[in-house]
């Protein structure tokens, strides 16, 4: 059986094709055209991934996140429109999982589905992960691309690991800033991008088209999934 | 020009005022007692029987019980109780009466005063307020307190009357309505007791209750009354259009000067010009050389003040010759009738300075002249408690300095007397002559002189040390020195007058200049209030505020002379500005209207709009002519610029309506032609699948619905880019700024513009350092994709689009280069126009809103776009973004990279 997905978005237009998507790739179908039901129905029907619209005619996405994530940790999906970046974040920072900007492609959904899957059976515990080229073993704080060993400095490499434990899904700046540096990683937003510059030279094939790391632009990063 | 038609539109314009107005219904009596407000009452009590809204605003009964009875039943607004020297005195509730707004108002009493405290001075000024709302005012008047009448009234009956009604407002009557009675009957009502005049004794009121007076003052009642259905008769036929020869209209003069006299001549000029019917024209003329003392100066302000309540019109004469500038003045205005006082002045006078009124008459042609004789005034009170002094001349130092070159010659005579000789002494006793009547002018000249004369005479002229002169040859010196001390004064007098008219004038000037100046740049309402503020408040040496409405209809300080201004404190000084404002008309300190007020409030307005209030307080208390005379300038130009912007803010509403209805326009072509396009592929291809999809095979099948693809992508793109211009015009495109790195941004951009791209091979250059930039992520890349959109329309498939990024020192240049037909010379900076597309470009497609969105992206950032044509072909569109000096930079240390790393 696949899993339960339960669809929250007030457009019938977008929950009738979601509903042929993904019941046509094997997973069970619930919706709601609210948030006071999504609510009701994530609390009753005990989904595995929610799928969230930002801009719903009663609750507020933001407040549908909260309320989710006060009894539930099940994965949260954002679907938003272009100019809600700062509600996109705020999201992320409240614990929803990930995020998909409209209008989207049925294959990009069912990927971010994937990953979250993924990432609830905590199949992350492996100290050894490979994409593509890319090999990193967090046991021994060794990366290589294409056999080749990659010297990282520290920080370097702690961004990495997030990301690498974190894999297919978006990571937010402000996460990121306060998982390296503490509480006072938040002024030093300009030394992300830095970082993040100087890992891409050490991994990137081109630096110019990333591959692995992704900008999620106002957002953070992604490490790309490459099968 | 027709006269018919400018005559009917009067009429009309007449009629429509009226209709604004409420109506003023008047109940003339001769004198107390003949019943006025009882027949006032008798009328209310029938329009309250057709249904009518009447109220009583104030009437006392004076305890007469018929009175009273027909008082009964009608509602009453309860007078406010004031109390005044220790008597309750009961005034009409005027803001009562606002709020209740019945159609019909009784107000006894016309010409009633009232206290201090109230609102108005004069209660016809509150009954000026109930008809400028809109109520009709019933109210009762005794001829006796006809302004233009008064002295008529004084010369029968020996009475001064001083509550006076101004013949300008009692124009303005709807109706006057006659109440008459007999002589004997209105006697016999006084001598039963039925009249009451608490205000006069009772031994004047025998004296006025007379047969003589009584009907002379009917008379007069009746002869008033007369006139004003003539004046309405005419109204009406004016109103009607009935012809009839057009009558000249006549024009009577009358010439005033500050004498306390002029007033006899104003009230005997409007006289003559109501039996006229003419227009009554005042000339002041302004005395050439004298000295104006403070008493001229209050009979003055008094004198004009009457000639316009009079509803004369004013002009000023300046000029050394009276008589030729009067009979000028005159055949200008086309004047029938000159009216002029005769003077007071001693016979010599006249021999001396020749006559003015002698010379009009001789000068008159085609002209009466009507002299007014002259008699000396009796005492009246004057109006204003206002008080205005003149400035005084500093006389203290010079006197003494004189005085003591007095003292000196006299020393020096003593001393060196046998050597210079008698002659020569004398000639040293008219320098100090010379001197005071050169600094201090006439008289105290004369007193110097006279002083010399007489210690010449003691020390000097033998016999010395006594008064006697043994010679009488000396008394020509003696008179010699009092007309050189008349005649320098005089002239030093004149001079100084002159000086202090051309100072007077020039600062008036500049104080005008100089604001029109200071506001001709200003474009923002609050520079302008402030401006106009702090200029008037250094002219004027004054406490300045300004008032203009808010949105919210409220009137509100806006600008301001002194952080705490008195003008700001109490409900009393706004309310002040706020009747200004509601009446546009002056009000506060020195006029009739809350005169309590610390400042004088008088309206901004121009001949449309009145646009606010200004507010100004004297330090001394009090405004010459001249300062209110530059203060209504002044207020004249703040008027007409604050009209200048609004005018200016309503041209740029219209034009930015024009262009935005343009913009519509072209918006909705292109748009109409960007979406369809899209939107027909994508249909096309859905129907073909819905309806035949067997027919089909997979390939078939891949590439409609790859069409499908292309067009919503497209139609994202465009709606995208929508969006962004919306915002963009509408000004609600706000940078949300972060450090981005352009690597990483071309980056994204590339990824997220594959497909579109994917039939060309795009390059990147970027220096392998490179600082970081403060930008709107998602904004500049927008940017790159229109950049990139529009390189890919514009040159041939699978040719190379290079993208380019070179560091100057504060800015990164971003360059787009592609191999397509390159841009005209032409087109080079128009491409960045709205809807601007390329015209030789074939079926490129596109709303031609890209690059103008580029172009309000980039300038928003604070940087630069251009295209350029390359000698090679091929298009280069380049951009800059500012970059900070201290801004961090990528890639330049391989090493750990900066102050924050704590490693793990």
């Known amino acids: ?227 | 020009m027709n006269r018919e038609s400018t005559n009917v539109s009067d009429a009309v314009l007449a009629q429509s005022k009226k209709q604004r107005r409420g109506k003023l219904t008047i109940y003339l009596g001769a004198a107390a007692g003949a019943g006025k407000t009882y027949t006032m009452l008798q009328a209310a009590r029938e329009r309250i029987s057709e249904g009518l809204d009447v109220t009583v605003g104030l009437i006392d009964t004076h305890g007469s019980p018929a009175t009273d009875a027909i008082l009964d039943g009608i509602e009453v607004i309860s007078p406010r109780r004031l109390e005044y020297r220790g008597n309750i005195i009961l005034e009409m509730d005027l803001d009562g009466v606002l709020q209740r707004r019945p159609q019909i108002v009784l107000v006894d009493e016309l010409a009633h005063t009232n206290i201090q405290g109230a609102r108005h001075q004069y209660r016809y000024l509150d009954v000026e307020e109930l008809l400028e709302s809109g109520i009709d005012v019933y109210t009762t008047f005794n001829i006796q307190n006809v302004e233009s009448l008064n002295d008529t009234v004084a010369q029968i009956t020996g009475i001064i009357v001083n509550e006076k009604v101004p013949d300008r407002f009692l124009d303005t009557a709807d109706q006057i309505k006659l109440v008459d009675i007999s002589a004997e009957e209105l006697i016999r009502r006084f001598h039963n007791g039925k009249i009451s005049v608490p205000e006069l004794s009772e031994q004047v009121l025998r004296y006025f209750f007379r047969p003589g007076n009584i009907n002379a003052l009917r008379e007069l009642a009746l002869r008033y009354a007369a006139r004003t259905v003539g004046k309405q008769m005419e109204e009406y036929r004016n109103q009607r259009g009935i012809d009839q020869p057009w009558p000249v209209q006549e024009r009577v003069m009358a010439c005033i000067s500050s004498s306390p006299f002029a007033v006899h001549v104003l009230r005997q000029a409007r006289q003559i010009a109501n039996d006229l019917n003419a227009e009554l024209i005042t000339v002041y003329v302004e005395p050439p050389f004298s000295f104006q003392s403070g008493k001229d100066l209050i009979s003055l302000r008094v004198n004009l003040q009457l000639a316009e309540d009079l509803g004369a019109k004013m002009v000023t004469l300046s000029s050394q010759d009276v008589s030729s500038g009067i009979l000028g003045l005159a055949r200008q205005y086309n004047v029938s009738q000159i009216i002029l006082g005769k003077p007071l002045r001693p016979r010599w006078r006249e021999i001396l300075h020749g006559s003015v009124v002698d010379d009009i008459i001789r000068g008159c042609t085609g002209m009466g002249v009507f002299v007014v004789p002259g008699y000396p005034t009796p005492k009246e009170p004057p109006t204003n408690d206002h008080k205005i002094t003149p400035p005084r001349k500093n006389i203290g130092w010079p006197l003494m300095l004189s005085l003591v070159l007095v003292s000196l010659v006299t020393l020096i005579g003593n001393l060196y007397g046998n050597y210079l000789g008698l002659t020569n002494i004398g000639m040293l006793y008219l320098l100090p002559v010379v001197f005071a009547s050169a600094r201090l002018g006439v008289t105290p000249s004369i007193i110097v002189a006279l002083i010399s004369v007489l210690l010449f005479d003691i020390f000097f002229v033998p016999p010395v040390l006594r008064l006697a002169v043994y010679d009488a040859r000396h008394l020509i010196t003696f008179a010699v020195f009092m007309v050189v001390a008349f005649t320098t004064g005089n002239m030093a007098d004149r001079l100084r007058l002159r000086m202090r008219e051309a100072i007077y004038r020039e600062s008036r000037t500049k104080a005008l200049y100089d604001l029109a100046k200071g506001l001709s740049a200003v474009t923002e309402l609050d520079l302008l209030a402030s401006k106009v503020v702090s200029h008037i408040s250094e002219t004027t040496d004054s406490q300045v505020v300004l008032y203009l409405p808010q949105e919210d209809g409220q009137l509100r300080i806006i600008a301001a002379s002194t952080a705490f201004s008195d003008l700001a404190a109490g409900p009393s000084e706004l309310n002040a500005a706020k009747w200004s404002f509601r009446n546009s008309h002056r009000s506060g300190l020195g006029t009739d209207t809350l005169p309590n007020a610390k400042g004088f409030y008088l309206p901004v307005k121009t001949e449309e709009k009145i646009f606010g209030v200004l507010g100004v307080k004297p330090v001394k208390n009090f405004f010459t002519a001249e300062q209110i005379n530059i203060l209504d300038a002044l207020s004249g130009l703040a008027a007409l610029a604050i009209a200048r912007l609004e005018l200016a803010a309503e041209t740029h509403k219209i034009i930015t309506l024009k262009d935005s209805e343009r913009l519509r326009a072209a918006l909705f072509n292109s748009i109409s032609h960007d979406m369809k396009t899209p939107l027909a592929s994508i249909l096309g291809a859905v129907t073909s699948l819905v309806d035949d999809g067997d027919l089909y095979d997979t390939n078939q099948t891949t590439a409609l619905l790859m069409s499908i693809r292309r067009g919503a992508l497209r139609m994202n793109r465009v709606v995208s880019n929508l969006l962004d211009m919306a915002r963009l015009e509408s000004g609600y495109m706000r940078l949300h700024t972060d450090w981005c790195d352009i690597q990483d941004i071309i980056g994204v951009t590339l990824r997220e513009n594959r497909e579109m791209l994917s039939d060309h091979l795009v390059k990147v250059e970027l220096p392998e350092s490179i600082r970081l930039i403060k930008v709107d992520y998602a904004l500049v890349e927008q940017v790159l994709t229109n950049l990139l959109h529009n390189a890919v329309k514009n040159s041939p498939v699978h040719s190379e689009i290079l993208v380019r990024v070179l560091e100057k020192q504060d800015q990164l240049m971003v360059s787009i280069i592609d191999q397509g037909k390159g841009i005209a010379k032409a087109d080079e900076e128009q491409i960045f126009e709205k809807f601007y597309r390329l015209q030789s470009a074939g079926n490129v497609s596109g709303t031609g809103l890209g690059l103008s969105i580029c172009r309000g992206i980039i300038e928003a950032h604070g940087g630069r776009i251009w295209a350029k044509s390359r000698p090679g072909g091929g298009a280069v569109l380049n951009f800059t973004l500012p970059v900070d000096e201290d801004s961090p930079r990528s890639g330049e240390n391989e090493q750990e990279g900066g102050i924050i790393d704590n490693g793990s």
């Open chain 1, 1 to 227: 059986m696949g899993a339960k997905i339960l669809v929250i978005d007030d457009e019938v237009e977008i929950r009738r094709l979601l509903k042929v998507g993904l019941t046509a790739h094997g997973y069970d179908f619930l919706e709601a055209s609210n948030g006071r039901d999504g609510v009701y129905q994530a609390a009753v029907s005990r989904p595995d991934i929610v799928i969230l619209d930002m801009g719903l005619p009663d609750l507020e996405g933001l407040a549908v996140v909260s309320q989710i994530r006060e009894w539930s940790q099940i994965p949260i999906i954002i679907l938003s429109v272009r100019g809600q970046d700062s509600d996109k974040v705020n999201a992320l920072d409240l614990g929803a999982d990930d995020y998909l900007t409209k209008p989207f492609s049925m294959s990009e959904l069912l990927a971010r589905v994937r990953v979250a899957i993924r990432h609830q059976g905590n199949l992350k515990d492996e100290p050894v992960i490979q994409i593509a080229d890319l090999w990193i073993d967090l046991s021994r704080r060794q990366v290589k691309v294409t056999g080749a060993d990659i010297h990282l400095t520290p920080t370097e490499y702690d961004l990495l690991k997030i990301l690498v434990s974190n894999a297919g899904k978006v990571v937010t700046h402000r996460h990121m800033l306060t998982t390296i540096w503490g509480n006072s990683g938040q002024e030093n937003a300009q030394y992300l991008r830095i970082y993040i510059s100087q890992l891409r030279k050490k991994i990137e094939k081109d630096p110019n088209q990333p591959k692995y790391i992704l900008t999620e632009p106002g957002v953070g990063y992604r490490l790309a999934e490459l099968e």
